[in-house]
């Protein structure tokens, strides 16, 4: 394949969207989301982008018309998903299960797949274009849930895009739910996880009682704006490769007793690091590192199989732009990382549930934060729609839509080599992403036994 580009550009047509229904009747009723799903953070739009190759053996079939019959098949199990989101006392969010439909889009595009090039990961050229956005359909309330557009490229390839309005599913809930479509598409009859609403087991308790520390909803003035406020026109948004070579380099800054850290804990401490130094803070001001941890399997007893809504926290990690960057050891930022991360369980799911009701749903503390959601085991890359799996599938964007200025996916991808390995997005101001760079290349071209410095380590702060 070629090499990849920013620059290619191509033309789509579209034709002209359709409303999708389940395919049976299904109960018009009303629906609560949990304290978990409808807290203020997660009322945005979040795209995913599945790259399906050619298959000779799917010769004669429409991925268009296939997906298009699937979803109306599969939304007769998840019906909620054609309704629609109102606003009730104390901004308690519900679906009103309407029967509308999702809003779904048949597209052509005069590219190929191999045009994109081998190293397929975000950001992509045109996105705009392989995803929609029909006016009037991206709000919280009143809107669609989901937006899909299907579009063929001129190879015989296509391209499955997707919406999702986040109060409704976590990663790993918008995976069954696309594992059951593709399921459908090949002809089952129903999901082999049947979908499972339930999210009261979710909601705050009576009386609330906040049993745990929840420093990612901490009040905090941002008196400098650094990476907070700054256009994002203004900004740089850069993703980073991670494989093997630039893993074990990295790994050389890990103290032995910290060796089992686990791959996505070594990137996170490191670039904690970089991009504190990249912008400048205070020595005293305080910074923190928050990484989505799904509590999916933190329950006793387990939550039902086939539950679908959000079940993760944000743990923080916490401490001084000084501390943390005062050496080069990672051993610091890995502990501090580690704890929080450990400290996600049941009595915090409900403690945090009960947070959202005690303080009217706050939103996450954003100065001074970095925030990093690791997507990399979701399961985009298994759902098959009858083409096999995708040469691409995961988040269509590198930055959290909700907090792209601080917030990172973590995605599982090829470097243009074929070699496996994670992309990091990040976005910084531009001055500040060339500090970072420089910052991550000590990492990746020095050893611990060099006795160099990084460029810009406690001189900065």
């Keep these: 394949m070629a090499a990849p580009t920013q620059s290619l550009v191509f033309t789509v047509r579209r034709s002209k969207p359709e409303l999708i229904a389940p395919a049976q009747p299904t109960p018009h009723e009303f629906k609560q989301l949990s304290d978990i799903d409808d807290q203020e953070f997660l009322r945005f739009q979040v795209p995913v982008i599945q790259f399906y190759r050619h298959d000779s053996s799917m010769q004669g079939r429409d991925p268009v018309k296939v997906i298009r019959e699937a979803l109306a098949q599969t939304l007769v199990f998840y019906y909620p998903f ?8 104390g901004r308690k969010l519900v679906v009103e299960c309407t029967s509308e439909g999702v809003v779904f889009i048949e597209a052509d595009a005069d590219v190929t797949l191999e045009q994109f090039g081998d190293a397929l990961r975000p950001p992509f050229p045109c996105l705009e274009e392989l995803l929609f956005d029909l006016p009037g359909s991206g709000g919280v309330l009143h809107c669609p849930l989901l937006l899909i557009q299907v579009t063929r490229l001129k190879c015989g390839a296509f391209i499955f895009a997707l919406r999702l309005n986040h109060t409704m599913s976590d990663a790993a809930g918008l995976v069954q739910f696309m594992t059951a479509v593709g399921e459908m598409a090949r002809g089952a009859r129903s999901p082999s996880v049947l979908p499972v609403w339930q999210r009261h087991f979710l909601n705050a308790r009576d009386p609330t009682c906040l049993t745990c520390t929840h420093r990612e909803y901490d009040e905090v003035i941002d008196t400098k704006g650094t990476g907070t406020i700054t256009p994002l026109e203004d900004m740089a948004c850069r993703s980073f490769f991670f494989g093997r070579t630039e893993l074990s380099a990295i790994r050389r800054f890990v103290p032995l007793h910290l060796s089992q850290s686990t791959t996505f804990e070594v990137i996170m401490a490191c670039l904690w690091r970089c991009r504190t130094i990249a912008l400048q803070f205070d020595r005293n001001e305080e ?151 420089k910052e991550l290349d000590f990492f990746l071209k020095n050893t611990p036994e060099s006795g160099k410095k990084s460029t810009f380590n406690t001189s900065k702060l």
């Design 82 to 89: 054609a309704g629609r989101l109102r606003e009730g006392p």
């Design 287 to 437: 910074v923190r590192m928050m990484s989505i941890v799904s509590a999916r399997g933190k329950f006793n007893p387990p939550l039902p199989s086939g539950y679908y809504g959000n079940v993760f926290a944000y743990p923080a990690a916490v401490t001084t732009a000084g501390k943390l960057c005062e050496n080069t050891n990672l051993g610091y930022a890995l502990e501090l990382v580690r704890k929080a991360k450990r400290e996600v369980n049941e009595e915090y799911m409900r403690s945090l549930a009960d947070l959202m009701v005690i303080r009217g749903r706050p939103f996450l503390t954003v100065v001074g934060s970095f925030l990093v959601s690791d997507v990399t085991r979701a399961g985009f890359g298994k759902v098959d729609f009858g083409w096999g799996k995708p040469a691409y599938g995961g988040p269509a964007e590198c930055v959290v839509r909700s907090m792209p200025r601080t917030g990172s996916f973590y995605i599982p991808c090829k470097n243009s080599k074929g070699e496996e390995g994670i992309a990091v997005g990040v976005c910084l101001p531009a001055p500040a992403m060339e500090i970072f760079v």
